[in-house]
């Protein structure tokens, strides 16, 4: 038996999750079982404790999108008892149970060994929020990142702050925008050079371009700010739109930008990422992520607290990321 955060149904449709004791047997298939650590929260996994988001296919559920562990068996060649792995993505902990337990069970093509330089800990203070952080940034390098400053939205989050700290890490300016004017200080100790706020971006503008700015953008944020963000962006600059923490759709966006200034818009999925891109993307986060600001960014929960931290997460309330001990 181990502990993990359950999420359970009742007839009426009605979710609760509490920490409850699980056997083994209750695993679902696979061929590598991980002694788990650290886990973390991101949205969807404020969803995943909630009711479900559309995400979750069967209860009980154990939640966590994102692990870092040690392998206790495994029916894979490429790894064996003892090995340090990470796991992102692949619907764990939507459609099949996840990093909220003691124990998870996986495909060994989930997996990817624990990149040289990080502990499991460090790995899920980056966890998906950071990966996808990374991705993006690639992405931007990839089609060519212009002279002006790199926006960043929903910066006091964990995808905004990852991207903010590696960002200023390869010596880009970074301009942070966020809602939270009280956090102008913690994304300056990240790196940020210029903070800018929420507001600025709350109306629609029907102009078809704004002033060129911005040398490049990693957005988590869309709605009406992706809108806006596009029409600013410098000739043959990209936006890496990862996110829709501000709406599903890009309010008052035009065809103008993408024509008449070459902009591309690039849409970054951390799910569903091949092997060897997200062993790029690790390796490059040990390189390119200072340690001493990922610590800065990451405050600790037990299994216990993720029903409250996931409300807040989907509120916008959580800063920078929450790395779960899965045995405190
Ligand atoms: P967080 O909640 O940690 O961060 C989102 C941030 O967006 C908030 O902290 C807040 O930043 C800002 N924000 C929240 N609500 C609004 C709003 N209504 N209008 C404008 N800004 C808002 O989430 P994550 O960083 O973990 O994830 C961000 C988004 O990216 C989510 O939509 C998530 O589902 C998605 N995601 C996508 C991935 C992919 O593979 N593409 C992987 C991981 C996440 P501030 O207070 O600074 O303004």
Known sequence: ?????????????????????VSEDQLPEGDVTVAVEYSTVNYKDGL??????????NYPHVPGIDFAGTVETSDDARYKPGDKVVLTG???GENRWGGYAQKARVKADMLVPLPEGLTTHQAMAVGTAGLTAMLAVMALEDQGITDGPVLVTGAAGGVGSVATAILANLGHQVAAVTGRPEQEDYLKSLGASQIVARDEYAETSRKPLEAEVWGGCVDAV??????RVLKQMQYGSSVAAI???????IDGALITPFILRGVNLLGIDSVMQPFENRQRAWARIARDLPMAKLDAMVQPA???????LGRD?????????VVVDVNA
């Open 1 to 21: 038996m181990f502990k993990a955060l359950l999420v359970e149904k009742d007839a009426d449709g009605k979710t609760s999750a509490q920490v409850a004791e």
């Open 48 to 57: 995943c404790i909630g009711p479900g988001g559309g995400l979750v296919r």
């Open 90 to 92: 692949w619907r764990v």
């Open 222 to 227: 869309a709605g009406v700010m992706l809108g």
């Open 243 to 249: 996110g829709l923490a501000g709406g599903a759709a």
């Open 302 to 308: 037990t299994l216990a607290e993720l029903p409250q």
């Open 313 to 321: 997460i989907l509120k916008g309330q959580v800063k920078g990321r």
